[in-house]
């Protein structure tokens, strides 16, 4: 797989795009190459949701909740496109990894002359962790459903309970994906139904990292 960047013209818009974030073009090349075509700026038919897909894979999968709205439908055919790029959201990434992931966007704490001084850290990688367990849930078979729904759970209902970390979209998507997928129990529901994801001025779907962190925010109880 060639690493140079090539350009192609996806419907109507030119892209600078990585064979190695989306190997789909690379064997597109090849083929248009053993064609004969000019191979300087190739030439593609219209993909859905390519540019969704393309400033994902490129800025960080946070950008795809940015780009669409809440309607569940645009993720599954922003998810199929993916596929259909051979672009590795996950990266070998296990459900597990993701939860991990998703809970580096709390803020850490050390100690120092006996008082504990809160360090700011980053909500960029939770957040695309949001979108790739997102996808796990729309596109992966799961080895086991049942086991794997009660990681997906805890994982899910973290992020519905942190809006500083979560915002609106991100919130009510990956939720509305986790109950199209898997049952989810009355015990569950009520669970997630403490933190109804609801849109707000103060809740801008933006990467601006706030300084909002509630200490009551979801607790061990909750996890099942």
Request: net charge negative; hydrophobic share 35%; proline share 4%.
């Amino acid at each position: 797989m060639t690493s140079t960047n090539i350009t192609v013209k996806v419907g109507s818009e030119p892209y600078e795009i990585s064979p190695t974030r989306m190997a789909y073009f690379s064997s597109f090349a090849d083929f248009q190459q053993r064609a004969g075509k000019d191979t300087d700026v190739l030439e593609h038919e219209d993909i859905p949701l390519f540019g969704v897909a393309y400033n994902g894979a490129e800025h960080g999968f946070r950008q795809c909740f940015r780009a669409l709205g809440t309607e569940l439908d645009q993720y599954h055919i922003l998810c199929d496109t993916l596929d259909f790029l051979c672009v590795d959201v996950l990266g070998g990434l296990s459900t597990d990894d993701l939860f991990q992931v998703l809970k580096s966007g709390k803020p850490q704490y050390e100690l120092e002359y006996k008082y504990y001084t809160r360090i700011r850290s980053s909500k960029s990688p939770a957040r695309d962790a949001a979108f790739r367990l997102l996808y796990s849930i729309m596109s992966t078979d799961f080895t086991s459903e049942v086991a794997d729904s009660q990681t997906i759970y805890n994982a899910v209902l973290f992020i519905v309970s942190h809006r500083a970390i979560f915002k609106y979209k991100t919130r009510k998507v990956v939720r509305m994906a986790y109950e199209e997928r898997f049952q989810p129990s009355q015990k569950q529901l009520a669970s997630l139904d403490r933190w109804p994801a609801t849109e707000s001025s103060g809740d801008p779907d933006d990467d601006v990292t706030t300084e909002e962190y509630s200490s009551s925010e979801v607790d061990s109880d909750d996890y099942d």
